[in-house]
């Protein structure tokens, strides 16, 4: 048994900020350490689409394809001679409740359930890409324009930087981790025309991150996407 899931995973939105790391200091699972680019740490606020999952090759009836919405920051752990890149999740939403207990229970991972949806328009000259998540009476999101041809992120980029983490680290309790691998080709990436961030980060993540509500990003990114695969087999550390 090596894969728990499979999905497409379409159009990522990765909106990215710089924060001084005191402020992730307190998600750093035991065992592995921030992950720094041109001595700065950065945390994303991501949307992209869901489809088609299955779970150990079987489709998820009615609940295989969702928009999911994440914040996450970048971290290293070194074992032996070798430095594995991964993330941390703050939270990530979906608009299932049993998808959200099933990873919860599964992987120990931070999901909760709200409304969700998305809007899409391409053309061959132009992307628009748009996700929504509904907390609170009102609806909040991110949205991109960009242009429609894509191209392949230039090694050592921040692009590489953001996208290119395989791994995913889960803070258990202040000794144990989890490890868990996502396998996917690089993406190919768009030069994003304009974007427009509508996100109460205090209000979904915590008063921790209130500071991203007067912070500009310093970047915004589009991804085309691809098949991705997440092994079955986690280690703890």
Same mark, same amino acid.
């Given at each position: 048994?090596?894969?728990? /899931?499979?999905?497409? +995973?379409?159009? =990522?939105?990765?909106?990215?900020?710089?924060?001084?790391?005191?402020?992730? /200091?307190?998600? =750093?699972?035991?065992?592995?350490? /921030?992950?720094?680019?041109?001595?700065?740490?950065?945390?994303?606020?991501?949307?992209? /689409?869901?489809?088609?999952?299955?779970?150990?090759?079987?489709?998820?009836?009615?609940?295989?394809?969702?928009?999911?919405?994440? =914040?996450?920051?970048?971290?290293?752990?070194?074992?032996?001679?070798?430095?594995?890149?991964?993330?941390?999740?703050? &939270?990530?939403?979906?608009? &299932?409740?049993?998808? !959200?207990?099933? !990873?919860?229970?599964?992987?120990?991972?931070?999901?909760?359930?709200?409304?969700?949806? %998305?809007?899409? #328009?391409?053309?061959?000259?132009?992307?628009?890409?748009?996700?929504?998540?509904?907390?609170?009476?009102? +609806?909040?999101?991110?949205?991109?324009?960009?242009?429609?041809?894509?191209?392949?992120?230039?090694?050592?980029?921040?692009? $590489?930087?953001?996208?290119? %983490?395989?791994?995913?680290?889960?803070?258990?309790?202040? #000794?144990?981790?989890?490890?868990?691998?996502?396998? %996917?080709?690089?993406?190919?990436?768009?030069?994003?025309?304009?974007?427009?961030?509508?996100?109460?980060? $205090?209000?979904?993540?915590?008063?921790?991150?209130?500071?991203?509500? $007067?912070?500009?990003? %310093?970047?915004?990114?589009? !991804?085309?996407?691809?098949?991705?695969?997440?092994?079955?087999?986690?280690?703890?550390?």
């Amino acid at each position: 048994m090596k894969t728990f /899931l499979t999905a497409k +995973w379409q159009n =990522l939105i990765m909106v990215n900020y710089e924060i001084d790391p005191s402020y992730l /200091l307190p998600y =750093l699972p035991n065992g592995v350490e /921030l992950d720094y680019f041109q001595g700065k740490t950065y945390i994303s606020l991501v949307g992209f /689409l869901f489809k088609d999952s299955k779970i150990f090759n079987i489709p998820i009836p009615f609940l295989g394809t969702f928009e999911e919405v994440n =914040l996450r920051f970048y971290v290293i752990r070194k074992v032996g001679n070798s430095i594995r890149r991964g993330v941390v999740f703050i &939270n990530e939403t979906v608009p &299932n409740k049993t998808v !959200a207990y099933v !990873a919860n229970k599964l992987y120990k991972e931070h999901y909760t359930s709200v409304p969700t949806k %998305h809007e899409w #328009q391409i053309n061959k000259d132009e992307k628009r890409i748009e996700y929504n998540w509904f907390i609170n009476k009102k +609806w909040f999101g991110i949205k991109v324009s960009a242009s429609a041809t894509s191209y392949k992120m230039k090694p050592g980029s921040i692009e $590489s930087f953001i996208f290119e %983490h395989y791994f995913g680290f889960t803070k258990l309790d202040g #000794q144990q981790s989890i490890e868990y691998k996502v396998n %996917h080709p690089s993406w190919e990436i768009y030069d994003i025309q304009n974007y427009q961030v509508d996100c109460n980060f $205090s209000e979904f993540y915590g008063e921790n991150f209130e500071v991203l509500n $007067s912070t500009n990003p %310093h970047s915004v990114m589009l !991804a085309e996407g691809s098949d991705v695969s997440i092994d079955w087999k986690r280690v703890r550390f």
